[in-house]
Nanobody, 124 residues
Framework: QVQLVESGGGLVQAGGSLRLSCAASGRTFSSYAMGWFRQAPGKEREFVAVIRWRNGYTYYADSVKGRFTISRDSAKSTVYLQMNSLSPEDTAVYYC?????????????????WGQGTQVTVSS
């Protein structure tokens, strides 16, 4: 059974940094695409970044491009989201998601598995 467990969220001041982790288990993820999404109160879940596990191809939402970096560590079966230059607009619950066929999707409905989420709060 696939399990995704996020960690690393917390409270940070504007301009600060956080690194989120997503520990994946239950399958071999080499053929998967792994995405990060976020959901702020009263808003829909939105795409943040995605990485294709096999070749490391990445894609970012315009709102985070240049500030966030997604990466993976195959030995640890873990995906990371390094977040720099954080602003209050980045405040949300951040979710890790996995898509089995490895194709790049930007809509949350395109993902097969989800973690429980981790809260990121950026104070001004």
């Amino acid at each position: 059974q696939v399990q995704l467990v996020e960690s690393g969220g917390g409270l940070v001041q504007a301009g600060g940094s956080l690194r989120l982790s997503c520990a994946a288990s239950g399958r071999t993820f080499s053929s998967y695409a792994m995405g990060w999404f976020r959901q702020a109160p009263g808003k829909e879940r939105e795409f943040v970044a995605v990485i294709r596990w096999r070749n490391g191809y990445t894609y970012y939402a315009d709102s985070v491009k240049g500030r966030f970096t997604i990466s993976r560590d195959s030995a640890k079966s873990t995906v990371y989201l390094q977040m720099n230059s954080l602003s209050p607009e980045d405040t949300a619950v951040y979710y890790c998601a996995a898509r089995q066929d490895g194709s790049i999707k930007f809509d949350a409905s395109g993902y097969d598995y989800w973690g429980q989420g981790t809260q990121v709060t950026v104070s001004s």
